[in-house]
């Protein structure tokens, strides 16, 4: 691994809100950017107007940016790959270029779990190169994609297994305004981001009742014990939950006006049907599609996990919010398991 | 000790907003409660009206809740005591009190560190009492007053030396609306009480200075690692700060339209003076005072608190307020330390 990144150029796979103002934060930091498209009418917009009028209003992309809709370019363009797809379509993105993306440095933005075989994102991408040792980090962190394309302050972890990886993107993608943290607990960080995204939705339904903010701030402080149990079991590090991609991100998530699946929470308790809400959404709502994940990883392992039961069978099932909300305030007193 | 509490009666020490709605509480769990108020007027007002118009405006108090301006009547009046003056004052109430309250079982709703002599608010009622083996609990998490006098869900937990004094007011005090844990870390439970106060001051010179949601997440985070160092070098259990005591109160303080620790740092951030703010306010900020405990606290024990100290230099000794966010902004790339 050389030290300055190819010719200050950079792969970003997936146009999405999120690929989209990060290869504006690389802009500012110097490199030329291509940026890869999936839909077809996006990436005719982009070219012509600059402004990705899908995900990301309101933003004129620099000319450092490129657009194209041919992976076979992109992974020829750098040595450097970001990859920020959503998670239901990154196996299929990335086996697509597989062979080409071997050996390159891939910094994945994308959380969630693959459904099927609940592996973390970053083990889809090692499954698809056929190897356990692929040189793949992952950023996670509160961070909203429009803030960042504001160029607004924001802190984020790199994980790897490779630590000297992590410290390559540290360096490399790093500004005043973009500060990273790297850390070794890559199942840790990768579990934060995904499984936030299912808390967010308990926030937004919370919130959407007007059930007051102590009880907010409870349901949040549950939902991380939640996620570290999970954790635990996995293999993750304790305390990499209370850092930035645990804690940091399920705070954002959950008060975050700019949150989609806190929204789609606030629709929940409107009494909204779960599939309609997603059929009106534009964007994508991961959490939606990690509940599934986690309650088979809450089932499969055998571990507690009463909140995230509970969304399951009212997103899924179509439970009564207000019988499951009663269901987990009237558990059996205990000590704090933290 | 019983198993129930004498005749069904309470006494509360302190008329301020906690104090007044936990009476409230009370008295929805079954209890009479008699109210020790300390401001004359305040006393008079309560009497003839049942409505505390210093600190807690808009709640008629229901007739099970009685007043008194006279301690030793307070004293007398059952074997439990819940504690709720400021942190300032406590020393001074609980010495006039401390024979008659040798034996009671005390619940301790007060927050801070006592400034002169950096001890936690169990500590000061211990020494009070001249001996370490006091009964005493203390009770905290994310609970704004005015929310609990309304009755709105609420998760807190209660912490003891002795744990069956904590489970013996975590029997007696719950309810379906306010859950209670029980913890053995009555030293990371006060902590995270009496920081979070702190750490809401820069929670609210962020959002004043409207830096974006993504700086405030990474911020509340940082405090948090800032907080666990603190309470690791005075022995708290890490995981507490993980809970309902440290991350649950610090969110609802950070991100709670009703915190004045918050308020307080938005008024900073529009260039007001930090004395003027607190002359101009008619509650106890309790951060305020706090602040410089914490960081003789990060000075005497040798713990890095950039943040504390930040605050500190802003606070008292008249520091810029955009160049200590730059300098906390500048600190060295690192791995993430939590």
């Known amino acids: 691994m050389t030290e300055d990144i190819t ?25 030329k950017v291509l940026l890869w498209v999936f839909e077809r009418e996006l990436y005719e917009i982009l070219k012509r107007d600059r402004i990705n009028r899908y995900y990301l209003e309101g933003f004129s992309l620099p000319e ?30 990335v086996e697509k270029v ?23 994102m970053s083990e889809v991408v090692e499954k698809c190169h056929g ?27 790199v994980a790897s297994k490779r630590s000297e990886l992590a410290s390559y993107f540290q360096k490399h993608i790093h500004n005043d305004n973009f500060r990273i943290y790297t850390s070794k ?15 967010a939705i308990g926030a937004g339904i919370i919130e959407g009742l007007a059930l007051g903010t102590n009880t907010q701030a409870a349901f949040i402080t549950r ?19 209370m ?13 975050g ?5 806190r929204m789609f929470g606030v629709e929940l308790s409107k009494g909204k049907k779960p599939q309609d809400i997603i059929k009106s959404q534009n964007t994508v709502v991961e959490g939606y599609y990690t509940i599934e994940a986690a309650y088979r990883f809450s089932k499969t392992l055998n571990i507690e996990m009463p909140i995230t039961e509970a969304l399951y069978k009212v997103v899924f099932e179509g439970k009564q919010l207000l019988t499951s909300i009663n269901d987990i305030k009237n558990r059996a007193l205990k000590e704090e398991d933290i």
Chains 1, 2 share one sequence.
């Open 131 to 157: 190897k356990k040792n692929a040189r793949i980090a992952v950023l996670s962190g509160p961070s909203f994609a429009k803030e960042v394309a504001m160029g607004a302050f924001t802190s984020v972890v």
């Open 223 to 241: 939902a991380l014990a939640e996620i570290k149990r999970l954790g635990k079991a996995l293999g993750a590090k304790e305390t990499t939950f």
């Open 98 to 120: 597989s062979r080409s993306i071997l050996n390159k440095n891939i910094l994945l933005l994308t959380k969630g779990f693959e459904t099927k075989s609940l592996l973390r």
């Open 64 to 93: 450092q940016i490129g657009f194209t809709d041919n992976l076979s370019e992109l992974t020829d363009y750098s040595n450097d790959i970001v990859i920020a797809t959503p998670s239901f379509s990154l196996q299929e993105t």
């Open 7 to 31: 010719n200050l150029k950079i792969g970003v796979i997936g146009a999405g809100a999120w690929g989209t103002a990060f290869s504006m934060h690389l802009v500012r930091k110097g490199y």
């Open 243 to 255: 850092g930035l991609s645990g804690i940091g991100d399920l705070m954002l998530t959950s008060y």
């Open 185 to 199: 607990d890559i199942v840790g960080v990768e579990l934060g981001g995904a499984m936030k995204n299912v808390m």
């Open 257 to 261: 006006q700019l949150s989609r699946n």
